[in-house]
T-cell receptor, first 115, second 114 residues
Framework: NAGVMQNPRHLVRRRGQEARLRCSPMKGHSHVYWYRQLPEEGLKFMVYLQKENIIDESGMPKERFSAEFPKEGPSILRIQQVVRGDSAAYFC?????????????FGSGTQLSVL | DQQVKQNSPSLSVQEGRISILNCDYTNSMFDYFLWYKKYPAEGPTFLISISSIKDKNEDGRFTVFLNKSAKHLSLHIVPSQPGDSAVYFCAASASGTSYGKLTFGQGTILTVHP
């Protein structure tokens, strides 16, 4: 049973470009979370999605960031017109059901570097 | 505003001894607390949790203590092993949030020396 798969592991973008981060949840999991870890900080909640629905996006920056979890395919975190401050590790987690805390399974993350 | 704080960036312990990692929180709405462990180049993995209705939870070598009046929790690892060397994150969930929306501390790097 494969774990949460994130790709790419490392992504380098120049300022102004777009970054697309992908997350395939564990098999049977329909709940996906995105977290961001800035240098020297803990993980910060960004968004919670179920299939085709955004449930809680209270941690998403108001501009340039969007997330989706389509009926088919991986969840995508999209960052438009990246800036140096977007450089961080982005972690995706999935769970088999909504009512959970510890049943979050994290991927290995995508390290985004903005030049 | 750092609602969950781990004030010790690092901790070094000898194998076989006790490791104590500390965590403080400020938000009175937090009612569920978790510890995650993270190895380099991997995602965090769940270690142990505690509900606010308890003051202690034990799982093998790992015990978490919660002091609600002080808004403080700690993770004890006894005995410590070199394989325990990792970054440990304290996390909290607010009452009324049943899903995985967690607030994490900055993490503590634990090094266990053989």
């Amino acid at each position: 049973n494969a774990g949460v798969m994130q790709n790419p592991r490392h992504l380098v973008r120049r300022r102004g470009q777009e970054a697309r981060l992908r997350c395939s949840p564990m098999k049977g999991h329909s709940h996906v979370y995105w977290y961001r870890q800035l240098p020297e900080e803990g993980l910060k909640f960004m968004v919670y999605l179920q299939k085709e629905n955004i449930i809680d996006e209270s941690g998403m920056p108001k501009e340039r960031f969007s997330a989706e979890f389509p009926k088919e395919g991986p969840s995508i975190l999209r960052i438009q017109q990246v800036v140096r401050g977007d450089s961080a590790a982005y972690f995706c987690a999935s769970s088999p059901y909504r009512d959970t805390n510890e049943k979050l399974f994290f991927g290995s993350g995508t390290q985004l570097s903005v030049l | 505003d750092q609602q969950v704080k781990q004030n010790s960036p690092s901790l070094s312990v000898q194998e076989g001894r006790i490791s104590i990692l500390n965590c403080d929180y400020t938000n009175s709405m937090f009612d569920y607390f978790l510890w995650y462990k993270k190895y380099p180049a991997e995602g965090p993995t769940f270690l142990i949790s505690i509900s606010s209705i308890k003051d202690k939870n034990e799982d093998g070598r790992f015990t978490v203590f919660l002091n609600k009046s002080a808004k403080h929790l700690s993770l004890h690892i006894v005995p410590s092993q070199p394989g325990d060397s990792a970054v440990y994150f304290c996390a909290a969930s607010a009452s009324g949030t049943s899903y995985g929306k967690l607030t994490f501390g900055q993490g503590t790097i634990l090094t266990v020396h053989p």
